[in-house]
């Protein structure tokens, strides 16, 4: 599964060297890809607004609701792991077809869903092609795209990654303001099967693929252990009373299913047939840099929960006005991504991360001084420091993971990345949602009004997000620049 390139292109070849002379359909590829990537990703997030509005339309509870966020969230988590074998075996352009097929296909049937059962299919479809298109747009990239000008390309990939999540509630809440929930998809359909379209005329087969056998035993064990474990995590920030199965039994399920999922594949990859090929951590700078990337997305998920909670419960504000707020610091991270990636091509990455998880450490410690009468522009001015100091972390993190890879280890890359994304989304919104729902229940009991209780609770959540960012501050001094060609965990000198 992970024998040696050959192909041009799998050794990390640029755009000019593939595809003879046709070297402008092929700097189309990654245009098309970020906006199909960024149309699917955005839909993650698109649901928790229109929650509402759907129970009461479609005759449903909140918790069971709740399942069209939660069972996405499922799928994704089940099928990215596989995503580096369906990489390494077929052509991107097949790839890229049946995953934009699928999210087309979800996509329609949830604006035709006549009840709750067949718009919760079509949410399951849509995530099926969402699942797949992250892992294929970053390792597209990295094999169309030489070493010395990633950071500005992997730029536009963080913003699909961070914007696209935070701009989805603030969307759906527009759409509502105007047309029926079912609007959401329908706006978003004929985008899809323009991408669609578009990809089938101009993607060309731009790997090679190869001989790669995948392993049965390890897709139910990976969908118990990801899927256990952001169940779980998402259980625990939605309540005990939502969940089919409690929480914490899903996570221990999840827990001990990675174990065996870990050990299977370590066996397994010696020959060449792991699903997921975890040899990736071999290289020091990708392991310290997910590690970073699972805090940074622990404390932007975890943000995105609190502050609209905050905002509504605390403050009073109403969802337009909480949605609006959050805005500015999405379109900031946006706005940042592609100058952080031209600013990582020259300087590397420790010059950008370190002041980057500074600044998001101290805005964090600036958040625990919220309270009951804390002025909205306070929040909107320490929601763009924070999500712009994100922004300097997530383009450097993952340009230099992924590069410090062997060529044919993207894929598995690849595929972390986009695991560590899910996991550590569900658990940055179960840590903070915890947190601050134990300690605004121990505040009540104390004789605290509610809203004294809710401001304590969000002043404690915020106050775990400022000392684990003290931590992640630290890490950012063992990230390491590699240089062109060298070898897998090997760091160039600064």
Do not use: K
């Not at 797949?132 to 536009?156: A, S, Y």
């Not at 961070?162 to 929930?181: K, Q, R």
């Not at 047939?273 to 404390?299: E, P």
């Amino acid at each position: 599964m992970t024998g040696q390139p050959s192909s041009p292109e799998a050794d990390g070849g640029s755009v000019q060297q593939h595809g003879g002379g046709d070297t402008r359909a092929n700097r189309f590829v990654i245009p098309l890809l970020l906006m199909s990537a960024f149309v699917v990703i955005l839909n993650e997030t698109i649901m928790g607004v229109a929650l509402p509005a759907l129970t009461r339309d479609l005759g449903v509870s909140v918790a069971t609701g709740q399942w069209l966020t939660s069972a996405f969230m499922l799928v994704m988590a089940v099928v990215i792991p596989a995503t580096g074998y369906l990489l390494q075996r077929f052509h991107v352009r097949q790839v890229f077809i049946a995953a934009m097929t699928l999210f087309s296909l979800g996509t329609l049937l949830c604006f035709l869903a006549p009840g709750f059962g067949f718009l919760l299919v079509g949410r399951v479809v849509q995530a099926t092609g969402t699942a797949i298109m992250m892992p294929l747009l970053m390792t597209t990239v990295l094999n169309l795209v030489p070493q010395d000008r990633r950071g500005r390309t992997m730029g536009n990939i963080s913003i699909v990654m961070s914007v696209a999540p935070a701009v989805g509630p603030t969307l759906a809440g527009l759409i509502l303001s105007v047309l029926d929930w079912r609007w959401m998809f329908g706006l978003v359909l004929p985008i899809a099967l323009l991408g669609l379209a578009m990809g089938a005329l101009f993607i060309r087969n731009l790997t090679e693929p190869r001989a790669a056998s995948i392993d049965l035993l390890s897709l139910p064990v990976s969908a118990l252990a990801f899927g256990g474990l952001v169940y779980g995590f998402s259980g625990l920030g939605e309540g005990e009373a939502t969940a089919v199965v409690p929480p914490a039994v899903a996570i221990g399920v999840g827990a001990v299913a990675l174990v065996l999922f870990v050990w299977r594949q370590l066996r397994l990859q010696r020959g060449d047939r792991a699903l997921l090929d975890l040899r990736v951590f071999r290289s020091t700078q990708f392991s310290v840099s997910i590690g970073l990337v699972m805090i940074s997305f622990m404390a932007l998920f975890g943000t995105l929960i609190l502050l609209p909670v905050y905002m509504q419960n605390v403050l009073g504000h109403d969802t337009l006005v909480t949605g609006l707020t959050l805005l500015p610091g999405g379109l900031a991270m946006g706005l940042l991504a592609p100058v952080v990636g031209r600013l990582y091509d020259r300087l590397g990455p420790r010059p950008l991360v370190i002041p980057g998880a500074a600044v998001v450490s101290l805005v964090l410690w600036g958040m625990t001084l919220f309270d009951a009468h804390t002025p909205i522009g306070m929040i909107v001015t320490a929601h763009i420091l924070l999500s712009g100091g994100l922004g300097f972390m997530f383009t450097p993190l993952l340009t230099g993971a992924l590069g410090s890879l062997r060529p044919e280890l993207y894929s598995h890359g690849s595929a972390v990345v986009g695991t560590v994304q899910q996991v550590a989304g569900a658990a940055g919104t179960a840590t903070f949602v915890a947190v601050m729902s134990a300690t605004s229940a121990g505040l009540l009991s104390d004789g605290f009004t509610e809203v004294g209780a809710q401001a304590g609770g969000v002043h404690a959540a915020f106050l775990l997000g400022a000392v684990v960012s003290v931590v992640a501050f630290a890490m950012t001094f063992f990230v390491r620049r590699v240089g062109p060609g060298a070898p897998e965990g090997a760091p160039a000198a600064h």
